[in-house]
């Protein structure tokens, strides 16, 4: 049996913004572009304060989920908005050949890639999350999401929570919320084609109150997220 050496980490953010193009943004409002429906603020930031402390490679789309929705599998019923159905078929269809499959490709050869050179993938998918959702407050800050079923993906949570907890013990950090690890997206898609052996999908959810309130918060918790990263990764790679 073939020996992985320590885990290469790959990550991505497929809500990094909310552009339009200009042929389509008639279809959009610019406020609605602006909300959490639009995009996720704030996780392109730390992914990229990530890649920056850690050398990994980042993938990323600036389109807005809105138009073309990059973390669900082919066929769910959220990849085009209700909006973006009003679209000709025609018009849908170049939105995936030109923004969808691109991205999904991309980040699924790198992954091949490196199991290709013997080692196991980490892949980190940064989000961040409404703090009310139909009314009801998400009562954490941050939450890290994996497959319960998954023993590496599992271990690894444990210690970046532990982690965190340990450098920021006032931050509010749960596992497997406010989604579950397992909803449809991108990780789970890659889980089926990869080995738990081989690929941990692991996706962080950041609470948008940090981004879109105090600086000084945000900045604090940035640089918790991306310290106690490191101290997950240093343990995980003992």
């Given at each position: 049996m073939?020996a992985?050496?320590p885990?290469?980490l790959?990550?991505?953010?497929?809500?990094?913004g909310?552009?339009v193009?200009?042929?389509?943004?008639?279809?959009?409002f610019?406020?609605?572009?602006?909300?959490?429906?639009g995009?996720?603020?704030?996780?392109?930031?730390v992914?990229?304060d990530?890649a920056?402390?850690?050398g990994?490679?980042?993938f990323y789309s600036?389109?807005?989920?809105?138009l073309?929705?990059?973390?669900r599998p082919l066929?769910h019923h959220?990849?085009?908005?209700?909006?973006?159905?009003?679209?000709?078929?025609?018009?849908?269809e170049e939105l995936?050949?030109r923004?969808?499959?691109p991205?999904w490709n991309?980040?699924?050869?790198?992954?091949?890639r490196?199991?290709?050179?013997?080692r196991r993938?980490?892949?980190?998918s940064c989000?961040?999350?409404?703090?009310?959702l139909?009314?009801?407050?998400?009562n954490t800050?941050?939450?890290?999401?994996?497959?319960?079923?998954r023993?590496?993906?599992a271990?690894?949570?444990n210690l970046?929570?532990?982690a965190l907890?340990?450098?920021?013990p006032h931050?509010r950090?749960?596992e497997n919320?406010?989604?579950?690890?397992t909803?449809?997206s991108?990780?789970?898609?890659?889980?089926?084609?990869?080995?738990?052996?081989?690929?941990?999908?692991?996706?962080?959810?950041?609470n948008?109150k940090?981004p879109?309130?105090?600086?000084?918060?945000?900045?604090?918790?940035?640089?918790?997220?991306?310290a106690?990263?490191?101290?997950?990764l240093?343990?995980f790679h003992?």
């Amino acid at each position: 049996m073939r020996a992985f050496q320590p885990a290469e980490l790959i990550l991505s953010c497929e809500h990094g913004g909310n552009r339009v193009p200009a042929r389509y943004r008639g279809v959009f409002f610019e406020t609605l572009l602006a909300t959490h429906r639009g995009y996720d603020p704030g996780a392109l930031t730390v992914a990229r304060d990530f890649a920056a402390a850690t050398g990994a490679r980042l993938f990323y789309s600036t389109i807005s989920r809105l138009l073309v929705e990059l973390n669900r599998p082919l066929g769910h019923h959220q990849i085009f908005s209700a909006r973006a159905l009003r679209l000709p078929a025609a018009a849908r269809e170049e939105l995936l050949q030109r923004y969808y499959f691109p991205y999904w490709n991309s980040v699924e050869m790198s992954v091949a890639r490196a199991l290709r050179r013997g080692r196991r993938v980490l892949h980190l998918s940064c989000h961040s999350f409404a703090p009310r959702l139909a009314g009801v407050v998400r009562n954490t800050d941050v939450g890290l999401l994996f497959d319960p079923r998954r023993a590496h993906e599992a271990r690894f949570c444990n210690l970046w929570r532990d982690a965190l907890r340990e450098r920021a013990p006032h931050l509010r950090v749960r596992e497997n919320y406010p989604y579950r690890g397992t909803t449809d997206s991108l990780t789970t898609s890659l889980r089926k084609e990869f080995a738990a052996r081989h690929y941990l999908g692991i996706s962080l959810e950041i609470n948008q109150k940090f981004p879109r309130g105090d600086e000084r918060r945000w900045r604090e918790l940035r640089a918790n997220l991306t310290a106690s990263l490191g101290d997950a990764l240093a343990v995980f790679h003992a």
